[in-house]
């Protein structure tokens, strides 16, 4: 398969594009999408104008209304995809994705099913403030009934948000707004990264580091930090729900030492939950407790000094593998 370097936005632009253009019951709608905006980070940069205004919808500043209006067009056959412009806003819409887009299918006994893939950024780290900054996955995860994924590079945003958009069930798709300009090889075409399948993006032996989004990148510097004392595998959930339980225990059972890494509050996190099931799973196969790296517990600060302290770091990671390890 040929590919092509480009942008993580690019990516998913790409993702929209082909899915727009295969499947007619997809449609786009959200705040600022439409051209010559194109979205906040351009990620529907020319969408409107290929595709007119019927199939990539402008809508008010509601998030209520955007996620209800998915949900009832999804219910009707199409196939939305709702953006929320900023993760944090999630807490004005969790009426609708929490207690009916992700109970319906369940509440009518598998009659009625709600394909909408809910997409947009969290913005840690770019100094947006307490109410613009945070990772609310656990929000999403914690809800039956949803799919959460967070891609960590440009070929996972396209191969996800093309399974997302796919999928029978509600998706949310968390995009990292510190990746959208990073770049990196992309297949060109149709291209589909299946929900639940994590990926080793560095091999190891010592220790595995589970992690997902913009803490991936942050976990490869940590691992190259400690090559030749440490020798550190990194396992890129891609999807946080379903998780991918074989691709974790395979590794674990390999390196026998685990640390979880995410960038929101570790404290009642995604983290937790991996960290206790591994114990159970792997209980007289572990050397040491499972790690956990998180943010701390506190809102975002706006300071960069105070946010860059919030929020993991290479050097956590360092300080938490060497822990584990026993150094």
């Not at 780290?125 to 967070?150: D, I, R």
């Not at 030492?257 to 792997?282: D, K, M, P």
């Not at 506190?298 to 360092?318: G, K, N, Q």
Request: proline share 6%; aromatic share 6%.
């Amino acid at each position: 398969m040929s590919t092509r370097d480009i942008t993580f936005a690019q990516a998913l632009n790409q993702a929209l594009d082909g899915e727009l253009a295969r499947d007619p019951s997809v449609f786009l709608l959200g705040e600022d999408i439409v051209d010559p905006a194109g979205g906040v980070a351009k990620v529907t940069l020319g969408l409107s104008g290929k595709y007119g205004r019927k199939r990539v919808r402008e809508s008010p500043i509601s998030e209520q209304a955007i996620i209800g209006a998915a949900t009832g067009a999804a219910m009707c056959g199409m196939r939305p995809v709702a953006e929320i412009m900023i993760a944090d806003f999630y807490a004005v819409c969790l009426d609708q994705l929490v207690n009916h887009a992700a109970k319906l299918r369940y509440m009518s006994g598998g009659r009625t099913h709600v394909p909408i893939t809910v997409r947009g950024m969290s913005t840690g780290g770019m100094m947006f403030g307490a109410q613009h900054s945070q990772m609310p996955e656990v929000w999403m995860a914690h809800t039956p009934g949803l799919k959460v994924v967070v891609p960590s590079t440009p070929a996972d945003a396209k191969g996800l948000l093309t399974a997302a958009i796919r999928d029978d069930d509600p998706v949310v798709c968390i995009e990292s707004a510190g990746l959208y300009a990073t770049k990196g090889p992309v297949p060109e075409g149709e291209y589909v990264v299946p929900l639940g399948r994590a990926d080793v993006k560095r091999a190891g032996s010592d220790i595995t580091l589970i992690t997902y989004g913009k803490t991936v990148q942050d976990s490869l510097d940590a691992a190259e930090q400690l090559a030749g004392e440490i020798d550190v595998e990194v396992l890129d959930l891609r999807s946080i729900v379903p998780w991918d339980a074989e691709a974790m225990i395979a590794s674990v059972t390999r390196t026998r030492r685990a640390v979880v890494v995410h960038q929101a509050v570790e404290r009642f996190g995604v983290g937790a939950e991996i960290s206790a099931w591994l114990t159970r799973e792997l209980w007289g196969t572990l050397e040491a407790p499972v790690g956990r790296v998180g943010g701390e517990y506190t809102p975002v600060p706006y300071s960069p000094e105070l946010e860059a302290a919030h929020l993991p770091s290479p050097a956590r990671i360092v300080k938490a593998v060497r822990a584990t390890c026993g150094f």
